[in-house]
């Protein structure tokens, strides 16, 4: 199980622990006009690695954020950060998409042990404000480490998954998309229609955090799920517009001890796409349905 910490937990863990790694995975939707890797160099956790995002999705894919499947690439990427399977890995952001959950739930794909992975609750706000150490520039470059993956396709759900799901239900499926987007509203993203999945249940991401920031106690958070319907004697899905937001429910779960989850990486912006993929006779085969028609 994956551990959520605080600054004064991390300040004891680098200072006592040894094959610690504290990845900065701040990453930002285009719109914001923010640079991550910028952001960083300018201030970040005193010695902390910066993890690019971008660089584990698949760009064969017409599909923004897709996780790349080739163990090889992500061998090397991994590997050049300095990372092994022995490290336990820190992760933080300074983004209000709460991005360490995304890059957290990559390693478990990878095969990282879930039990050496950590996120730093209140990212670099909330270490800022603990009075820890930050510094600028360019960290040194570790020594590249050979880094075994062990792809976990179980933690993914892909788009033939989510079809059979729909006509055959045995995994509930929780939309972390801003209500108004689930409800119909408009899509950020063009060639998107409006909508959700059927059947699937609304499940912001943002009510998951207090005002500063800071996680909710888990006992708010599943009093939450259950109160919008889902069962937690039963699978879950995670969904939003691209994957990313959609990791922060994954992780809320694994707090709780509920083993059954997965992230449909496709999510909105492969579901409710309007072009038709290939075998596909109509968009009938995605159907979307907004809050009027249910």
């Given at each position: 199980m994956p551990w959520l910490i605080n600054a004064a937990q991390l300040d004891k863990f680098r200072k006592s622990q040894k094959n610690v790694v504290v990845?900065?995975?701040?990453?930002?939707l285009p719109e914001a006009k923010r640079q991550p890797k910028e952001e960083f160099l300018n201030k970040h956790?005193?010695?902390?690695?910066?993890?690019?995002?971008?660089?584990?999705?698949?760009?064969?894919?017409?599909?923004?954020?897709?996780?790349?499947?080739?163990?090889?690439?992500i061998s090397n990427l991994v590997g050049?950060?300095?990372?092994?399977?022995?490290h336990k890995i820190i992760f933080y952001d300074n983004s209000n998409l709460y991005t360490s959950?995304?890059?957290?739930?990559?390693?478990?794909?990878?095969?990282?042990?879930?039990?050496?992975?950590?996120?730093?609750?209140?990212?670099?706000?909330?270490?800022?404000?603990?009075?820890?150490?930050?510094?600028?520039g360019?960290?040194?470059?570790?020594?590249?480490?050979?880094?075994?993956?062990?792809?976990?396709?179980?933690?993914?759900?892909?788009?033939?998954?989510?079809?059979?799901?729909?006509?055959?239900?045995?995994?509930q499926v929780v939309d972390l998309r801003h209500p108004v987007r689930y409800a119909g509203g408009p899509e950020h993203r063009p060639g998107l229609r409006s909508g959700h999945i059927p059947g699937s249940l609304c499940f912001p991401y943002?009510?998951?955090?207090?005002?500063?920031?800071?996680w909710k106690p888990l006992e708010r958070i599943r009093k939450q799920l259950t109160g919008i319907g889902v069962d937690l004697n039963y699978p879950v899905v995670t969904t939003c517009?691209?994957?990313?937001?959609?990791?922060?429910?994954?992780?809320a779960l694994d707090l709780?001890?509920?083993?059954?989850?997965?992230?449909?990486?496709g999510s909105w912006a492969e579901w409710g796409t309007e072009v038709l993929f290939a075998g596909e006779d109509s968009l009938a085969e995605r159907p979307v349905v907004t809050s009027l028609d249910t």
């Open positions: 990845l900065d995975a701040s990453w930002f956790i005193i010695g902390a690695r910066f993890i690019d995002l971008d660089a584990f999705h698949d760009t064969s894919i017409p599909l923004p954020n897709m996780l790349v499947r080739d163990e090889t690439q050049a950060l300095g990372i092994t399977k022995d959950c995304r890059a957290l739930w990559m390693f478990k794909v990878f095969g990282h042990g879930p039990h050496q992975l950590y996120i730093l609750d209140g990212g670099l706000e909330g270490w800022e404000q603990y009075g820890g150490k930050v510094e600028s360019e960290p040194r470059t570790p020594a590249a480490k050979s880094y075994a993956v062990t792809f976990e396709a179980h933690f993914i759900r892909t788009l033939m998954q989510m079809k059979t799901n729909l006509h055959h239900p045995t995994e943002f009510t998951m955090f207090e005002k500063n920031g800071r517009g691209s994957g990313i937001t959609s990791a922060i429910l994954n992780f709780m001890h509920h083993e059954a989850h997965a992230l449909y990486d």
